[in-house]
């Protein structure tokens, strides 16, 4: 049993930038997988960006360049620092921890306005 907790989200301007935050608890294993989904009105769930537990990434291309995934696996902790935001970025974004199975966050909303 995998709990995820979100914080970071918000309103922000088109070129703004947020970090967001995601702390994983309870019967954690020392591999796997963290990362960040997000869903869009009116779209799929799409993946974001993932990172492994010995650091290895993958990106979205939407977002490959703006967007930097990282994690402290002491804390078991998983980041995304965005940058460049523009409108369609806005969306629920949704922490994910995966081993044999995949745990979610409740989702943090991101809304990119001016």
């Known amino acids: 049993q995998v709990q995820l907790v979100e914080s970071g989200g918000g309103l922000v301007q088109p070129g703004g930038s947020l970090r967001l935050s995601c702390a994983a608890s309870?019967?954690?294993?020392?591999?796997?997988?963290m990362g960040w989904y997000r869903q869009a009105p009116g779209k799929q769930r799409e993946l974001v960006a993932r990172?492994?537990?010995?650091?290895?990434?993958n990106y979205a291309d939407s977002v490959k360049g703006r967007f930097t995934i990282s994690r402290d696996n002491a804390k078991n902790t998983v980041y995304l620092q965005m940058n460049s935001l523009n409108s369609e970025d806005t969306a629920v974004y949704y922490c994910?921890?995966?081993?044999?199975?995949?745990?979610w966050g409740q989702g943090t909303q991101v809304t990119v306005s001016s």
């Open positions: 994910s921890y995966s081993t044999y199975r995949a745990y």
């Open positions: 309870g019967s954690i294993f020392s591999i796997n997988v």
């Open positions: 990172i492994t537990s010995d650091g290895r990434t």
